[in-house]
């Protein structure tokens, strides 16, 4: 069974930053594309941002460019998400994705990001 395990996560204020880390128990060369998405209350998950594992290749929300940097260490089978000029509205359980070509998607357990302003 494949599992994402998510830290980092915290309270921080406005302005600030974050690195949060999403750790796989398999190597995460097998998934298609990796990610990060965002839930806050009472609104839908939305998209943060994506990285295919072997490229490299990135994609961010409109949101997030120029502020939020998406990496991964295949050695550590870990993708990391750096998060800086942190808003408030950027407040939610941000959740790690990986997209397996053959065994589907695997989410994390989630990691609660807090902005106050």
């Known amino acids: 069974q494949v599992q994402l395990v998510e830290s980092g996560g915290d309270l921080v204020q406005a302005g600030g930053s974050l690195r949060l880390s999403c750790t796989s128990t398999l190597s995460i060369t097998s998934f298609k594309r990796m990610g990060w998405y965002r839930q806050a209350p009472g609104t839908q998950r939305e998209l943060v941002t994506t990285?295919?594992?072997?490229?490299?290749?990135?994609n961010y929300a409109d949101s997030v460019k120029g502020r939020f940097t998406l990496s991964r260490d295949n050695a550590k089978n870990t993708m990391y998400l750096q998060m800086d000029s942190l808003k408030p509205e950027d407040t939610a359980v941000y959740y790690c994705?990986?997209?397996?070509?053959?065994?589907?998607?695997?989410w994390g357990q989630g990691t609660q990001v807090t902005v106050s302003s």
């Open positions: 994705k990986a997209e397996h070509v053959i065994w589907g998607d695997y």
């Open positions: 990285i295919t594992p072997i490229g490299g290749s990135t």
